[in-house]
C-alpha cells in the first residue's frame, strides 16, 4: 500500500516539470547556479580529492593544482583513445 502512495507522489512530480521549476525557490536557483569547487579554483590553487585505492577499501586523499587534474585527467582520455583505436594483428 505505501509503495503504491509513493510510486503515484513519483508520477505526480513527473507529470508536470514547468510547475515544479516556477515553485522552486530564489535561494535554490542561486544555489544551482553557483559554480563547483574545482570550477571555483585558479589553474594555481590547490585542489584536493579523495581517490579510490585498488585493493582497499578506504580512499586516499589526493592534492595537485587544477592544471595537474586538467592535464590528468586529458592524458587519461588520450590513453582510453589510443587503446581503443589500436587494430589486433590478423594473420
Do not use: N
Amino acid at each position: 500500500m505505501i509503495s503504491l502512495v509513493f510510486a503515484a507522489a513519483l508520477l505526480a512530480g513527473a507529470a508536470d516539470p514547468a510547475s515544479q521549476a516556477a515553485t522552486a525557490t530564489p535561494a535554490a536557483a542561486a544555489q544551482s547556479s553557483t559554480p563547483t569547487k574545482a570550477a571555483k579554483a585558479g589553474k594555481d590553487d590547490l585542489v584536493c580529492k579523495r581517490e579510490a585505492v585498488l585493493g582497499s577499501r578506504m580512499k586516499e586523499r589526493v592534492c595537485m593544482t587544477q592544471a595537474a587534474w586538467d592535464q590528468r585527467k586529458i592524458d587519461a582520455r588520450d590513453d582510453v583513445e589510443k587503446s581503443q583505436s589500436v587494430k589486433p594483428l590478423t594473420f
